[in-house]
């Protein structure tokens, strides 16, 4: 989650992975998928950091994770190494 600040005081928590667009005009606008919208104070450049910030946090999390206990139960999907280079191919079900 992010936390961002409605242009009256009160800040709350936002799901970054909800979000579908950032406008600046000059407010800045939150729109979520579900086609919500909030207002806040923080600028579209402030909320791509929070975002990015957000998404380095979940990825250097699930490498700690990795590391800490089983890869299988852990990495289901991707595995996420230090040095990898991009995404191992999914095998056929066969």
């Keep these: 989650?992010?936390?961002v600040t409605r242009?009256?005081?009160p800040r709350f928590a936002v799901n970054p992975d909800l979000l579908q667009r950032v406008e600046?005009?000059?407010d800045t606008i939150l729109t979520l998928i579900d086609g919500t919208k909030y207002i806040v104070a923080?600028?579209?450049e402030e909320v791509t950091e929070l975002v990015v910030a957000y998404r380095a946090r979940v990825v250097a999390q699930t490498m700690v994770?990795?590391?800490e206990s089983d890869?299988?139960?852990v990495a289901a999907v991707t595995e996420l190494r230090p040095g990898s280079?991009?995404?191992s191919p999914v095998p056929d079900g066969d």
């Design 24 to 26: 600046s005009t000059p």
């Design 42 to 44: 923080e600028s579209m």
């Design 65 to 67: 994770l990795a590391h």
């Design 71 to 73: 890869a299988e139960q």
């Design 7 to 9: 242009l009256n005081g």
């Design 1 to 3: 989650m992010i936390v």
């Design 85 to 87: 280079r991009g995404l």
